[in-house]
């Protein structure tokens, strides 16, 4: 039961965190502090439940290790009780749907190289710029700009999207992307979670508008 343990504390946790920023920070202007803030209540909130405080000195949760050494004697015994089955059922089913969203993840890590390898690719200011004419494009991953060949660039439009994409790939945005993706994908229960990774890319937003329009 530690396990569950552990989730109630990660989603306690990133729940408190979370309602410090929609009552403290969301509708400030600081979007940069509300975007490291955020990403650091996602870790924090995986982090801090494995830990416990006592007269000011850090240790590692000895619940962790006593959940270990559980998983270990259940692999060695025979005689499974109902406290095991009830958690075999329970881990089967939390593992079986992390592993598809990670599925899912992956397949997405996957179109992107199929279409890097579809479409040519040119090198514009240290990215790898590729013409195509996917519907959903402009759209940014790490290094890479996927253009649409229907906006051209010498234009008003073109120019501002592209201002914007740039300054998706200069300030990272990707990393903060698949460190959410891959959190949501193994711990799908946290409602909070989505909320954060919702906010952050409206923050992602903020910051490329903020940025291309100066």
């Known amino acids: 039961m530690e396990i569950l343990i552990y989730f109630g504390k990660v989603i306690l946790t990133s729940g408190v965190m979370f309602l410090y920023y929609r009552l403290f920070l969301k509708d400030k202007t600081f979007h940069h502090y509300n975007r490291f803030y955020l990403l650091a209540a996602s870790l924090i909130s995986l982090v801090l439940p ?10 590692v949760n000895s619940d962790m290790y006593l959940l270990i050494k559980k998983l270990q004697n259940f692999n060695s015994t025979n005689t499974p009780n109902h406290d095991y089955i009830y958690i075999s059922i329970i881990a089967f089913v939390f593992g079986l749907v992390a592993v598809f969203f990670l599925t899912k993840l992956i397949f997405g890590l996957v179109k992107i190289q199929l ?10 200011e240290g990215i790898s710029f590729y013409q195509t004419n996917l519907e959903d494009a402009p759209f940014s991953f790490f290094k ?17 999207i592209l201002k914007h994409e740039m ?20 711990f799908w229960f946290n409602p909070f979670f989505y909320l954060i990774k919702k906010e952050i890319n409206l923050i992602h937003e903020y910051l490329a508008d903020h940025k291309a329009l100066k």
């Open 167 to 186: 300054v998706h790939i200069e300030q990272k945005h990707s990393w903060d992307k698949i460190f959410l993706e891959i959190t949501t994908s193994l």
């Open 144 to 160: 890479n700009l996927f253009w649409k060949d229907s906006i051209l660039i010498q234009s008003d439009l073109g120019r501002q």
């Open 50 to 59: 494995l830990l416990k405080v006592s007269y000011f000195t850090l240790e």
């Open 115 to 124: 279409l890097k390898n579809k479409f040519q690719k040119e090198y514009f």
